[in-house]
Nanobody, 122 residues
Framework: QVQLVESGGRLVQAGDSLTLSCAVS????????VGWFRQAPGKDRKDREL???????????YYRDSMEGRVTVTRDAARSTLHMQMRGLNPRDTAMYIC????????????WGQGTQVTVSS
């Protein structure tokens, strides 16, 4: 099993930057990829949008188009924590931000955190 705990979400103003963190624990030797998703208000779980996936083995990120180059991920290896810095936030970025993980055995997102809420005011 792998556990993921997100933190850092809060109310910010348009134009602000914010860094979220995902602390990973458990059977890290089974871990392949950690990803950041977001779920907009009123959207279903199946509509979660992948922002970035991070290869836990080689440290390579793969950014998706959803946040248009406004995101950077870094890993604190000593604390097994993945940080996601977001820049130029706008009200459309209001969402629950959730991290998830894939194992070495499957491409399915097998483990999910509870999420951290980000609200951007105009």
């Amino acid at each position: 099993q792998v556990q993921l705990v997100e933190s850092g979400g809060r109310l910010v103003q348009a134009g602000d930057s914010l860094t979220l963190s995902c602390a990973v624990s458990g059977q890290l030797n089974r871990l392949h990829v950690v990803g950041w998703f977001r779920q907009a208000p009123g959207k279903d779980r199946k509509d979660r949008e992948l922002i970035v996936s991070f290869n836990w083995l080689n440290g390579e990120p793969y950014y998706r188009d959803s946040m248009e180059g406004r995101v950077t991920v870094t890993r604190d290896a000593a604390r097994s924590t993945l940080h996601m810095q977001m820049r130029g936030l706008n009200p459309r970025d209001t969402a629950m931000y959730i991290c998830a993980a894939q194992s070495l055995q499957s491409a399915a997102w097998a483990w999910w955190g509870q999420g951290t809420q980000v609200t951007v005011s105009s």
